[in-house]
């Protein structure tokens, strides 16, 4: 009798056992589902910021707004970080490190605050763009030098 009752106790607990198990797998399925459907920016929108960011740096630095170029700078740091991280699987971001000499050669020129310097590392930056798009087969998108700011309501002068 007494081996019955434990024979019976073991089976409950592993029917239990395995009722839960069905829950969490059916709760980590719906969890993973919902993580695939989550919104995820694609390349063209961090480029499209980082090339916001390419122009506002570039009006900061003409104004030797050092603080507002450094503040620019790093956004354009997060969103090339943010492209390894969020685009993995696009062969484009196997480029992105190609960015790097040229990123720091500006972060040196702003930290110098040294505005002949900032000229010459903003071309390296801005050809860098280019040879990137070159490379990654995106050579239509050709970055300048702006001509004019890109947002009217941005003041880049050191009040």
């Not at 063209?44 to 980082?50: D, L, P, R, V």
């Not at 062969?91 to 972060?107: A, F, L, R």
Request: charged share 20%; proline share 3%; hydrophobic share 40%.
């Amino acid at each position: 009798m007494l081996f019955l009752l434990i024979f019976l106790a073991a089976l409950v607990a592993c029917k239990q056992s395995t009722k839960n198990s069905a829950t969490e797998q059916n709760r980590i399925d719906s969890l993973e589902q919902q993580l695939a459907q989550a919104y995820k920016p694609g390349l063209g929108e961090f480029m499209s910021g980082i090339q916001v960011h390419h122009a506002k740096l570039w009006f900061a630095g003409q104004n030797q707004n050092w603080r507002l170029a450094d503040f620019e700078v790093n956004e354009m740091k997060e969103a090339l970080a943010a492209i390894i991280k969020y685009c993995s699987d696009r062969p484009e971001t196997k480029n992105i490190n190609m960015m790097n000499q040229s990123m720091d050669s500006i972060t040196y020129s702003i930290q110098q605050k040294d505005f002949t310097h900032f000229k010459k590392s903003y071309i390296l930056l801005t050809t860098t763009c280019n040879n990137c798009h070159q490379a990654t087969s995106h050579e239509f998108n050709v970055i300048k030098i702006p001509d004019s700011p890109p947002f009217s309501n941005q003041e880049f002068k050191i009040k």
